[in-house]
C-alpha cells in the first residue's frame, strides 16, 4: 500500500500529483496499481502523490458508498471528489475537471510542481518520470504526454475528429470549422496520462469559461438527439480543448510542450510554441 505523504521535518515538497481516473467498481485495477508501480521507491516516499481520483454523486446506493470508504480509511491514495454526472458520456471530463480544481487548491498536491491525468489500465515508469520532468522544472506551462491533434464540437461537447495531421483535420471538419460548429486542429495529450505543470493546472482549474463549459455540458442530457448519441466527451481530448480555447487571454499564450519520451535532447526555442499552435 503507497504510504501517506512524509510528514518529515522539513518535507520536501512533492514532484507531482498523480490522479488516476478510476470508477467507483474498479478496486481490482486500482489494487493492481498499489502492488505494481505504486511500489516504486518514489510513490512510497510521498515525492510522488499516487490518488485514485474516484467521482461521486451523493446519489449512489448506500453499499458502493460504504465501500468506498471503507477502501478510502484503509488507503490515504483514495481521493472521493463530489461531482453532478460519473456516467461515461460525461463524467470522466467533469471528474478530470474536479481533479485539476481539487488539487491545484489543497494540499499536499498543491504544492506539487506538476499535476497528472492517468487511467486506471496503464503502466507508468515513476523513475523515468521523475527524472524526464526533474529536467523540464524550470519552464513554464509544461504540458506533457503522448500528442495527437483533434477538433472539438463547441455544443456536442465531444471530439469532432482526432489523428495525427493536423492539416488532414483541418480538411475534414472545414465545413463544420466554417460553421462555427468545431474549434480549428489543437494538440492534445493523449492516454496513458496527460501532465500539466502546477500553473498550467491551475489556470484551467480557475477559468471562468472552463467552468461555465463544464457545467453546460449537462445540457445535452436533456436533449434526446445529443443524449442518444453513442459518442462521449473524451477528458484527453478536453484537457486540450480547455488549454487553446477556455484560458483567460491573460493567461501565458505559450506552452512547453514535450513529447513523451523527449528528454536531454530538446531546444527551449522548439518547445515554447504558442497555445493554438500544430507544429
Given at each position: 500500500m503507497p504510504s501517506p505523504p512524509c510528514t518529515a521535518t522539513p518535507c520536501a515538497a512533492p514532484l507531482i500529483a498523480?490522479?488516476?481516473?478510476?470508477?467507483?467498481?474498479?478496486?481490482?485495477?486500482?489494487?493492481?496499481?498499489?502492488?505494481?508501480?505504486?511500489?516504486?521507491?518514489?510513490?512510497?516516499?510521498?515525492?510522488?502523490l499516487l490518488r485514485f481520483v474516484i467521482g461521486v454523486t451523493g446519489d449512489e446506493v448506500g453499499s458502493t458508498i460504504e465501500a468506498l470508504r471503507v477502501e478510502a480509511a484503509e488507503n490515504p491514495d483514495v481521493q472521493l471528489l463530489n461531482v453532478r454526472i460519473t456516467g461515461r458520456k460525461l463524467g470522466p471530463m467533469h471528474t478530470t475537471f474536479a481533479w485539476l480544481q481539487h488539487s491545484t487548491s489543497t494540499l499536499p498536491c498543491s504544492s506539487a510542481a506538476y499535476?497528472?491525468?492517468?487511467?486506471?489500465?496503464?503502466?507508468?515508469?515513476?523513475?523515468?518520470?521523475?527524472?524526464h520532468l526533474t529536467l523540464l522544472q524550470h519552464l513554464p506551462m509544461v504540458y506533457y504526454g503522448i500528442f495527437y491533434y483533434s477538433t472539438w464540437l463547441h455544443t456536442g461537447y465531444r471530439h469532432f475528429a482526432s489523428g495525427y495531421d493536423p492539416r488532414a483535420l483541418k480538411w475534414q471538419g472545414g465545413e463544420c470549422?466554417?460553421?462555427?460548429?468545431?474549434?480549428?486542429?489543437?494538440p492534445f495529450a493523449a492516454a496513458p496520462a496527460q501532465v500539466l505543470s502546477i500553473d498550467l493546472a491551475a489556470a484551467i482549474a480557475a477559468s471562468p469559461l472552463a467552468y461555465d463549459y463544464t457545467t453546460s455540458s449537462l445540457d445535452i442530457l436533456s436533449d434526446p438527439k445529443?443524449?442518444?448519441?453513442?459518442?462521449?466527451?473524451?477528458?484527453?481530448?478536453?484537457?486540450?480543448?480547455?488549454?487553446?480555447?477556455?484560458?483567460?487571454?491573460?493567461?501565458?499564450?505559450?506552452?512547453?510542450?514535450?513529447?513523451?519520451?523527449?528528454?536531454?535532447?530538446?531546444?527551449?526555442a522548439d518547445i515554447r510554441v504558442p497555445r493554438g499552435s500544430m507544429l
Open positions: 498523480l490522479g488516476v481516473l478510476s470508477a467507483q467498481s474498479n478496486l481490482p485495477r486500482r489494487l493492481g496499481i498499489r502492488q505494481s508501480w505504486g511500489r516504486y521507491e518514489d510513490v512510497q516516499s510521498g515525492r510522488v499535476v497528472a491525468k492517468l487511467d486506471d489500465d496503464c503502466y507508468i515508469n515513476v523513475p523515468e518520470l521523475v527524472q470549422m466554417r460553421s462555427g460548429n468545431c474549434s480549428s486542429p489543437f445529443q443524449n442518444a448519441s453513442s459518442t462521449f466527451a473524451s477528458e484527453d481530448v478536453w484537457i486540450g480543448y480547455a488549454i487553446h480555447d477556455l484560458l483567460p487571454s491573460s493567461v501565458d499564450p505559450y506552452l512547453s510542450r514535450f513529447c513523451l519520451g523527449q528528454r536531454d535532447n530538446y531546444s527551449e
